[in-house]
């Protein structure tokens, strides 16, 4: 299938790529409006604490210094996102280290910073909770208005449980039953690119320059919020430096941005630091996974119970699930995941939000028990990998099993593999396998395409590109279902006043979502373009294709006249539309992986270098084999770095986290992760855009398990919590 | 039939108002760009020389001078408009005083002025003419390769000829026949905004802030003088300061500043002084109109010979065509109107091109010959007003007869005419009248339009609103077509990346051509939403109707549904498109105007005050009584300043134009203009979006004549030559 393909499956560069790489693309920061205020944000230096005044005076005295708004004089409800309760853009009591308390907008980022230091605020103290666990006690402090058990509105209950099977009967089953607890912590998403939003008022007309994973959502959101009518809200992001889940919808900042604006008649920007990046918006959900787990002698699954606790944070933003149990076969199955408040920093979507975390909880309880089995974990996983959604539902394509085959000869496992801590001497190698991958749905698309009278081409999609290269790929998706060059592709995004409605990059969901409606919009652009060819071809429209530019009769491709002159004898433009919102029906759709890595682990130093390390993916046809491929490459680093180093750490007694910046969150370098060889295996998915499923997310899913079960298989040590730091290394080799 | 509108006919503020009055709308010379240049144009001191050496060395050793180019190094064809020889932005020989010889990018705009006396340019001077009928002579210097006579290419033929009926039966027929001569002057279009050109390339792509008229004209002429493809130029205007017929199409300074962009890798905006304005581009072409005129004793025309001069400058833009008489059955007719070459600045469109001076000419002979016959002008006027196109095709709609009855009402003709001449005392009253319009001509146009989920819309056009209103204008055909309130629309305009094909602003098209496209959208969107929407009502999609966001069966309004439900239910977006350009078959499209003025003539000081203006206007439907009115005012202003005051001199020793600024070119002020009273007759026009026709242009059409006759009304002297300065008037006077 994929041979037949003019555009869609090469190695093609970004469409943008010279201006990011010269620095031309304008990213949010880079905004610059007349007469713009810059603004900052004052924090909560307590956990838990009820604000009793705010004291301006000071602060508005400092020449400059043109607006404070704060709990007390600015009530604008920050929705986004589900919630258990009402969320402010400033909230009393505040709930956590890193709460909002007050903005403030200034001539220059230096007087808005030192006024910060002039706002006097009074706070009266509350007591407050960080563990997950205490905080469902019935005596902690409560932190949200109906207990600490998240019950959320809309998509988010709380606890969330799903069941299947006979449980009872799954056990009896089972020849053998285990259990164990694994924790995750809390990471934060740590995108190169700060949080920084830039809004100005013209009349009753909002426009805010934001950092936006979804300028549709962000404006839904703003809109929402303030009150306004959609079309008077316009969001635009042309360029972004990542977010990974963090930069969804429309967040405080952004909100902030337009009550200055609002307040100052004013445009203002508000940057975050990285510290109030690390602290000010939300890290991966950390979690406590206890398992119970039922097998048969060869390791075959019988039954799953799976209790669990999730720690949102002071506020609830999204579900605080875990799903890593979903890529296995599981005849019965229970799981209890409870979302909890606590005095922390709040924890919502980061990439495959529900995934790494708890993969790596099962996984390597899996890959315990083939040990404990005398099973190959190659084998193991092998047996228990998923053929049917929820042990029920086909899969649109599924082609684990290759990935798992195919990865694994690369990787060399059957040659490399050894009894788990066999290694000896003092660095000690091991290999380690996981499965994983992310849902693949259809959903709410929308496109608009015009052909110029040349033949070039312009498309319009809402798209953000949040570094994934999705503006290449919509170009590609558009080149390849048009049948003109990529090079004769222009393409708009990102900016709600222009270009149509966009899901935003969340959920791996634009390929497949805008992806689909860009095809329908280009479908309506050559039907009309038939129209107008058929008669200088003597043929009718249904008779004619496209290709390279070219009209031709389809039963006689010599019979042809070049897309430009078919239109210049019109001499206009034709546009094409699409909005698209297929579903599925009786089938559930899915991206499939297998991790291989193997490790060196110095037992002097406890340093884990990971020097190979293979991805194989299952993610339908490949639209950009070179933006795929660093996908893949980017999801395993960040996998290592929560494997290895990362974890947001609170001080005890204060609450207040003492590493929320790069350096001391230790989020990978070059100088930390391996090549990663890519293997794309490429089942043909009839319900995606020519062929392709998802790509973003998979990746990381998997990374966090792989490298724990070769760190196990290398030492024979099990390490059951999150990150595996050389510390934890070396006092498990002094046991 | 107005009566039945929702939002068309009243009188609506511009939907940018806001931003225009408060100085946030961003003008092409607001665009600021980091590490931007800035560059001037040097021009050539002498009327026709042949460059023979440019020596850029002392400019280019000054401190920030990037870049030099002239016409020895840069060779980049100007193709825009017609032309009746090879022009480029730069052209050896120089053809004028003002022709382009090099241009400077520095990095300040002082830097580049300084520059520019720096290049040392070595000319070897050819003989010139400055007069076109000394052009047209054999020995004459030759201007262009094929004589002076403009040869056209496209759409420009030379000589313009044109002929129907018998004219020679004509003449028999006459009781008598009047021959005579009138002249008019070149005058800048002078608006109020000067040109000016940001160029910046990302790669092969190269993005033009210009102030144009037309960001798809001015797309495809950069494209085609660049050598790019169409999606490789994006053309940008949000906003513009007018233009009124010299900003169309790209113009040199466009080409140069993408030029000097590309040379230096930086962005360039190039502004033009208010001296390159008047001499750089174009004003209106002068003309020497000698008419033969057959008439009954009635004053009944039986025929009508022109033979007439126009002077098209040193190069060859637009037609140099003469249309005054257009507005009158004339049964014989013959023209032949000769567009010459001179040394001089060029000519070329300026608001009704062939009309003002035209018209001037024409309706300042009938008054005369009027006067001759002892017949009332008002009976002159009516009597020879035109019914049929060329005394041959129907027109669309004609309320000639009724602008004539209403104005002559309003103004109090009956009353107020006397005999040329009659006025008593040194302040001497009179009274005149001219008829006038302009084409209006169906054609290309598109548009998209999205419906948000809430019911809002987004229109996108092409449009860059040149001061006419234009955006309000479709906003307003939006509103009206969708059934949508008008402050529920935004509008984006002028980009060509993201908007659709626009005819440009020029020949008072945009209402016409885009227009009827809004409307076409606006239809393709209400059919997708009545689809969504007839399951909810329990109806056909047919039988559904759409007004003031509200979604109802047509027969029985109470079974209703506001869109934004409608649309909830999908929660996704509606994008509508059309692409359309409707024919006329055996009919043309006119609107019409009758002028009358009141003036008070000082001969003591040659001082004309004109006391009162009446413009009663059939343009159709009035889709913005507010708008309208003033397109009204405007024309009447620049007639004015036509009648009275405007020519550009010129130095003849030296060739030198001598008052190329606003203050020397008396273009009218506040206190020079009247109180225009504008009457509004209208028909519904088949053809027209929503019956309108035509706005922009009719207004100016009849105003010079129209003050010409009222000064031969209150002086009894008949000025046969514009302007009608005071000094002319004071040697009448003493005649």
């Not at 703003?222 to 042309?238: F, G, M, N, Q, Y």
């Not at 429209?541 to 290709?547: H, I, Y």
């Not at 795929?628 to 750490?649: K, P």
Request: glycine letters at 8%; proline letters at 6%.
């Amino acid at each position: 299938m994929a041979n037949e393909f003019s555009v869609v499956g090469k190695k093609t560069p970004r469409i943008d790529a010279f201006e990011r790489v010269t620095g031309q693309a304008q990213y949010t920061g880079d905004i610059e409006l007349p007469n713009m205020l810059y603004a900052r944000v004052l924090r909560s230096p307590h956990p838990h604490a009820k604000i009793v005044s705010v004291d301006t005076s000071k602060a508005e005295k400092l020449p400059g210094v043109k607006a404070v708004i704060h709990c007390l004089n600015t009530q604008v409800p920050w929705t986004s996102g589900g919630a258990t309760h009402r969320r402010y853009i400033f909230n009393n009591p505040v709930r956590y280290v890193g709460d909002a308390v007050a903005a403030v907008a200034a001539t220059d980022r230096y007087i808005a910073e030192d006024a910060l230091g002039l706002v006097e605020v009074k706070y009266e103290k509350i007591p407050h909770v960080l563990d997950a666990k205490e905080a469902l006690k019935p005596d902690a402090p409560k932190i949200a208005p109906n207990g600490n058990l998240s019950v959320g509105t809309g998509n988010f209950s709380a606890p969330i449980t799903e069941e299947w099977g006979d449980l009872e009967k799954g056990f009896k089953e089972a020849d053998r039953i285990f259990e164990d607890t694994y924790i995750s912590k809390h990471v934060n998403n740590a995108q190169m690119e700060r949080r920084v939003s830039v809004a100005k008022w013209e009349g009753g007309k909002l426009t805010v320059w934001a950092s936006t994973q979804g300028v549709s959502n962000a404006r839904t959101d703003i809109a929402k919020d303030l009150e306004l009518p959609l079309s008077k809200v316009r969001v635009v992001c042309k360029y972004m430096g990542a977010g990974f889940g963090n930069k969804n919808q429309a967040q405080d900042y952004d909100l902030m941005t337009a009550v200055l604006a609002r307040a100052t008649g004013q445009p203002v920007k508000l940057e975050f630091t990285r510290e109030d990046d690390f602290i000010g918006m939300h890290g991966r959900w950390s979690s406590e996974q206890h398992y119970k787990i039922g097998v048969k002698k060869d390791g075959t699954i019988t039954a799953v119970d799976l209790d669990a606790v999730t720690n949102m944070g002071a506020y609830r933003k999204q579900s605080g699930n875990l799903s890593g149990t979903d890529f296995y076969d599981i005849p019965n199955f229970k799981k209890v995941v409870k979302p909890v408040h606590t005095n922390t920093v709040v924890a919502a979507n980061y990439r495959a939000p529900a995934y790494p975390q708890s993969v790596f909880g099962f996984a390597s309880f899996l890959d315990q028990i083939a040990y404990e089995l005398g099973v190959n974990p190659y084998d193991m996983f092998m047996r228990n990998r998923a053929r049917l959604y929820h042990h029920k539902i086909p899969f649109t394509s599924n082609a684990m099993e290759e990935c798992i085959v195919e990865g694994a000869k690369r990787i060399g496992w059957n040659e490399k593999w050894h009894k788990a801590g066999a290694s000896s001497g003092a660095k000690k190698h091991g290999i380690g396998m996981a499965l994983g991958g992310y849902p693949f749905r259809p959903g709410l698309g929308a496109a608009t395409i015009r052909v110029n009278p040349d033949g070039t081409a312009h498309v319009l999609v809402g798209v953000t590109d949040i570094g994934t290269g999705a503006k290449s790929t919509m170009a590609i998706i558009a080149a390849e279902a048009l049948g003109i060059p990529l090079n004769q592709i222009q393409l708009t995004n990102g900016d709600t006043d222009v270009t149509p409605f966009c899901i935003g990059e969340s959920g791996s969901r634009n390929t497949s979502f805008t992806g689909t409606a860009v095809i329908a919009a280009a479908e309506d652009v050559r039907k009309q373009i038939f129209n107008v060819a058929a008669p200088q071809l003597k043929a009718k429209a249904e008779e004619l294709d496209l290709k390279e530019a070219n009209v031709f009769v389809k039963s006689d491709p010599s019979q042809k006249l070049p897309l430009s002159k078919a239109l210049s004898r019109i001499g206009s433009e034709i546009i094409g539309r699409a909005t698209t919102n297929p579903t599925f029906k009786d089938v559930e759709g899915k991206s499939f992986a297998a991790h291989f890595a193997e490790v060196e682990v110095d037992t002097w130093t406890g340093y884990v270098k990971i020097t190979r390390y293979v991805a194989a993916h299952d993610s339908g046809t490949i639209l950009n084999r070179l933006t795929a491929e660093s996908q893949v490459m980017g999801g395993v680093v960040q996998g290592i770095g929560m494997a290895l180093t990362e974890e947001l750490l609170i001080d005890r007694p204060t609450a207040i986290p003492i590493n929320p910046n790069y350096r001391d969150a230790k989020v990978p370098t070059h100088l930390e992760v391996p090549e990663v060889e890519v293997i794309f295996i490429e089942p043909y998915d009839p319900y995606g855009p020519f062929g392709g499923k998802v790509v973003g997310e998979p990746p990381i899913t998997p990374a966090v398990a792989t490298v724990a079960n070769a760190i196990f298989n290398a030492t024979g040590k099990r390490f059951k919590e999150l990150p595996i730091t050389p510390d934890k290394i070396l006092r498990a080799a002094q046991v």
